[in-house]
């Protein structure tokens, strides 16, 4: 009753109409109790009906035409908010237009890099790549391993001074090391490479062991982390530290799918939870792929 009350009292409209009509309908009832004695109640009747009929009409004619004004007031309220918001996205739009012009822009300075690597595999090529790979967390800073052709063995590239290559064993250990300076030539590498393992009698001939393959899966890693970050479907990928075969990558901190967005955190593996029987009985997991990486990652005995 309270409520109504105030409303009534901030609609003066409604308020007048209430008051009209009440002055309206007390000179009728005076004209009836008159009735007769003089012309007085007829004046009085005649009165008190157009005030009873028309006054009410008028206020509310009024009524209706200040919230009509209202409306339109916030009607045009609405129209100046729906500019800001269409401003607003237009904005939006040109920015996501520059960051997909600068994301496709550091793309193609990427795809350039890699194409330079392949068609020149100087040391300056492949230490810049090595070096921005790893700026941009691409690569881990302890550096990636690739498949020594034909071995279980494993060459590993880091940027120190300058290009690092270590020979390696699976388990991290390493046979050899070398430095690759400016100005020496990707062959006399490869054929420091080939005789160490020789001496070590892991050298699989001439027919297996393919030099071009130790640059191939370099840019090959490259590439994936590459595509992760900037491709059409990026998806999470960490610095990478080997990619042992075709669906599982070992990053820094996990073991990565290079098929579907799903990773198994380094920070998990030793909480109890048996990831590898886990992983086994799911019906897209390369089984063997992925006990080669999962053993690769987290030997038996630790490293």
């Known amino acids: 009753m309270v409520n109504r009350l105030r409303t009534l009292l901030r609609d003066r409209g409604l308020l007048g109409s209430a008051l009209t009509t009440i002055v309206g309908a007390g000179m009728i009832t005076a004209a009836w109790a008159l009735s007769g004695a003089s ?8 009165v008190g009906s157009s005030l009873v009929l028309v006054i009410p009409l008028v206020q509310i004619g009024w009524m209706i035409e200040s919230r009509l004004r209202r ?22 739009d040109q920015v996501g237009t520059a960051t997909r012009a600068l994301i496709e822009s550091s793309r193609e300075s990427w795809d350039a890099l890699l194409a330079a690597v392949t068609e020149a595999p100087t040391q300056q090529n492949v230490a810049r790549l090595v070096e921005r790979a ?6 881990a800073p302890s550096g990636l391993r690739v498949r020594f052709p034909g071995t279980e063995l494993r060459l590993r590239y880091r940027l120190d001074e300058d290009l690092v290559l270590t020979l390696e064993r699976v388990d991290g250990s390493p046979v050899h090391q070398l430095t690759w300076s400016p ?48 491709g059409e479907h990026p998806f999470r ?6 990619i ?17 967005d799903y990773r198994i955190p380094l920070a998990r593996t030793g909480t109890g939870e048996d ?11 390369d089984r063997d792929d992925f006990l080669t990486a999962w053993g690769i990652a987290f030997p038996p005995g630790g490293r």
Do not use: N
């Open 39 to 46: 012309f007085l109640p007829d004046v009085l009747l005649q």
């Open 71 to 92: 409306a339109e007031q916030r009607t045009a309220s609405m129209a100046d908010q729906l500019a800001g918001v269409r401003e607003a996205v237009s904005r939006l």
């Open 134 to 139: 790893t700026s941009a967390g691409l690569l």
């Open 183 to 230: 100005g020496t030539a990707p062959e006399v590498i490869a054929r420091d490479l080939a005789e160490t393992a020789v001496v070590l009698r892991l050298y699989p001939g001439d027919t297996e062991f393919d030099a071009s393959a130790l640059l191939g899966d370099l840019v090959a890693a490259v590439r994936h982390g590459v595509t992760a970050r900037h």
């Open 237 to 242: 990928l960490g610095a990478l530290v080997e």
């Open 244 to 260: 042992p075969g075709r669906q599982w990558a070992i990053a820094e901190d996990g073991l990565y799918c290079l098929e579907r």
């Open 275 to 285: 990831w590898r029987t886990h992983m086994l009985t799911k019906s897209w997991v």
